[in-house]
Structures are given as C-alpha cells and as structure tokens.
C-alpha cells in the first residue's frame, strides 16, 4: 500500500472516529445498541417454532452489530495506517 492509500485511510478513520463522536454519531451509535437489545429480548420471547420470528430478531440483531463493527472496523484502519506512515518517517 501505497503512502497515498494509507494517507486516505488515515483520514477516513478520522472522520468516523468524529462523526462517532458528534450528536448524529451518538444517536446512531445509541440506536444500533437499542436495536440490539430489543432484538436479544425479542429472541428471548418468540416462539421458538416461529421460524420467521426467530430469523427477523436475529438479522435485526446481526444488522445493529455490524454498523458498529462497520464504523469500528474504519477507525481501527485508520490508526493502523497511521502507524504505518508514523513508522516509515521515522525510518527515514
């Protein structure tokens, strides 16, 4: 990778690390994790030979925890290409 890809990265992390961070991030952040929890206590209650019921908690589930992996996923890569770029201008 390239020192421009990992600039690009770099800043893309940033950016989600502070839309997490804003008013829309936090309520997104805070209805994926309701999202989540209404899903677990819908699993908890269905009728476990409602197959329907069973699959429709379970994506709602899967969904809110991807957006946050999503979102954390990027900022993860971000830091990473951060220290790739800190480490080769040290080596310089």
Known sequence: MDNQELLERAGF?????????????????NRAQECYSEAIESLKT?????????????NEAR?????????SQAVLD???ALELLEGESSDE
């Open 13 to 29: 992390g940033k950016e989600v690390e502070l839309f997490w961070g804003s008013g829309i991030g936090q309520y997104l952040r």
């Open 46 to 58: 269905v009728d476990a030979t409602d197959t329907r019921a069973v699959m429709k908690a379970q």
């Open 63 to 71: 969904v809110a925890e991807m957006f946050e992996q999503w979102l």
């Open 78 to 80: 971000g830091l990473k």
